[in-house]
């Protein structure tokens, strides 16, 4: 699979975080991807769209991170059950390291680490 045909949606509710993360697939030569702004804004773009990767921030209103990957594992949204989910978060708590694992999501980063961090997890899911 080619980086220019996936299609990612990037779900954050802080404008600022899904830009740099926009910018950052478009370098990596991503251009299909979809923005939500929180996880309730994400199950309505899964309606219209065929992915290959979600991004996923956790603390979010009024549907979180957390709540999402499940409603997408139990088959209650229209993305496949097994899309590839990447945790990034704020977040050092290891509660929500672990509660990410548990809704089998993909991998997990940091907002505080380095963008080849990010990129290296995009590749090891896809």
């Not at 950052?24 to 219209?48: C, H, P, Q, R, Y």
Request: aromatic letters at 4%.
């Amino acid at each position: 699979m080619y980086l220019n045909e996936i299609h990612v949606l990037v779900i954050d509710d802080e404008e600022f975080m899904r830009g740099m993360v926009l910018r950052f697939l478009e370098m990596m030569g991503i251009s299909k991807v979809t923005e939500a702004t929180d996880g309730a804004d994400g199950l309505t773009k899964l309606m219209n769209i065929q992915l290959d990767l979600i991004v996923l921030d956790i603390m979010m209103k009024p549907m979180n991170g957390l709540k999402f990957p499940k409603t997408v594992r139990i088959g209650m949204s229209d993305a496949k059950r097994d899309v590839p989910v990447i945790v990034l978060t704020g977040s050092d708590e290891q509660s929500v390291l672990g509660t990410s694992m548990a809704l089998d999501c993909n991998a997990f980063v940091s907002k505080t680490e380095s963008l080849d961090i990010l990129k290296s997890r995009i590749m090891r899911v896809l």
